[in-house]
Every structure is written in C-alpha cells, then in structure tokens.
C-alpha cells in the first residue's frame, strides 16, 4: 500500500478554500486533477465515514458514490494515499497515516 509519495501539509483556509471549489451540496463537482486538491477531496470523504467501522466493498462503494459516480476511482486512491485501508473485502478509514495534515497555524509548517 505505498504510494511512495510525500505528506503534504496545508493551511486549513488553503484546504477549506478547495473543498469550496469541489464540493457542492455534499456532492463532488469533479475529481480534482492537482494531488493536493484530491487530497483535501479524499480528507472529506474519509471525513464522511464513520470511524471503527468496517465497510465491505459494495457499503464502501456506496457511501463515496454519494458522493461521486466514479467511486473505484476515488476508493482507489483513497487507499493509495493512506485515508482507507482494507483488508479481506472490507475497508475501514485510516487514523494518521494519511498523506495530508491540515494546520491552522503558518508557524507548524
């Protein structure tokens, strides 16, 4: 499960700002094509799932899909970049690994 890529820290008003760009009604508008942006996309659907829980694959499926229709694309890389591991059919959302930490502070950049 390694993406091999770097953690990315931002400013919660940077990340805020995105989610009002893509977000729309509780729906996604588009997937964002810059990393950054779907990492604040894939913040707020893991945000969307309840914590503990394990989800097989059709509830995970469903629960991004109302979200978006293109959810193998989203639970994909959801899991690439740490907001959802899995195993044996079910997928559960991660707790610190994922590959963006949101501050509110300049100075804890």
């Known amino acids: 499960m390694s993406s ?4 990315i820290v931002m ?9 009002e760009n893509f977000v729309v009604g509780g729906k996604l ?7 950054n942006a779907k990492l604040v996309v894939f913040e707020w659907l893991a945000g969307q799932l309840d914590a503990g829980r394990r989800y097989a694959e059709a509830e995970i499926n469903a629960a991004i899909g109302a979200a978006h229709p293109d959810f193998a694309t989203l639970r ?8 959802l591991d899995r195993s044996d059919g079910y997928y559960w959302r991660t707790a610190d690994k994922q590959n963006l930490v949101v ?7």
């Open 4 to 7: 091999g890529r770097e953690r």
């Open 11 to 19: 400013l919660r008003a940077q990340a805020d700002a995105v989610r």
């Open 76 to 83: 994909r890389g959801m899991y690439d970049e740490y907001f």
């Open 29 to 35: 508008k588009v997937i964002p094509a810059r990393r």
């Open 103 to 109: 501050v509110d502070e300049p100075s804890t950049l």
